[in-house]
């Protein structure tokens, strides 16, 4: 069940990416509440499937590093979608952190 959530969560993220936020906790760059894409025709982030990725006691951090990565690198083609295959390129290392992290429990959890 985490290996699916983690591919949809790379999708999720890469298409909410832009991480603007206006939340005034500077201590967490990130809520998955106020986030919003640089593209202003990507989907809005499901939020629920965001707070669970990134209060995930183990991969957590992971997910956070991705979703920072995203909004730093984030690219829109025309059309105002994101350009996933530059945005991807940008954030590889994360994003194999992340599928690799939640893969990982995922193997376990399939006892």
Not at 44 to 52: D, G, I, T
Not at 83 to 98: F, G, I, K, P
């Amino acid at each position: 069940m985490l290996k699916a959530i983690a591919a949809g969560l790379a999708l999720t993220m890469l298409l909410v990416a832009g991480c603007s936020s206006d939340s005034d906790d500077s201590s967490n760059p990130f809520s998955c509440e106020n986030a919003k894409s640089k593209c202003p025709n990507d989907p809005p982030l499901p939020v629920a499937e965001c707070k669970e990725a990134i209060g995930h006691p183990t991969c957590g951090n992971a997910a956070m590093a991705f979703f920072l990565c995203l909004g730093e690198h984030q690219t829109c083609l025309s059309d105002g979608t994101t350009d996933e295959t530059v945005t991807l390129r940008e954030c590889a290392m994360q994003q194999n952190a992340v599928e690799k992290c939640f893969g990982s429990i995922d193997a376990g959890a399939d006892r």
